[in-house]
């Protein structure tokens, strides 16, 4: 590789820095959550979608991703994942791997709980702007506050290549 490709990978790679901080990044109430949306497949050239996700005590259904494999970053909280059949207690500081066409789901058994989902490849962040909305303040929905349209989600995540299990 000539010095002239690596300076423009590097000017290339520098034209996409960027940084949010712990409360930063795109709010939106999703699925009795906060999610924020702290880098976006347009911001990451593609390779990744970055979301935190702020909830109390819940569980999401059994599902698979078709498209993107997903990382898990405990970050506060006592979370269960199960990935592939196979259940992992999982406190701050835990991280978890569950490849893409692999069932999985997590249930947060005492919270609240902050999570850091790392897709890839990005894109991620469209299933999760068409089943969300703006979060109108910054704290968790209030219950039954903007949940998607059940009948319609295992259409919409089907679109994003996702799967409802259970």
Known sequence: MTAAIETSQLSENASRVFARGKDE??????????????????????????????????????????????TFWVLEG?????????????????????????????????GPARLLFLFTPGGFEGLLMETSEPAGEFRLPLEGEAMPDFETLPATVRKYGCELLA
């Open 25 to 70: 990044g795109t709010a939106r109430w999703w699925m009795g959550s906060l999610a924020l949306i702290k880098a976006t497949s347009a911001e990451t050239g593609g390779l990744y979608t970055l979301v935190e996700v702020r909830e109390d005590e819940s569980e999401t259904p059994l599902h698979v991703h078709h498209r993107e494999d997903e």
């Open 78 to 110: 006592e979370v269960e994942f199960e990935v592939g059949g196979t259940i992992t207690h999982a406190g701050p500081g835990t991280m978890l791997f569950g490849p893409r066409g692999v069932p999985h789901r997590y249930a947060i058994r005492r």
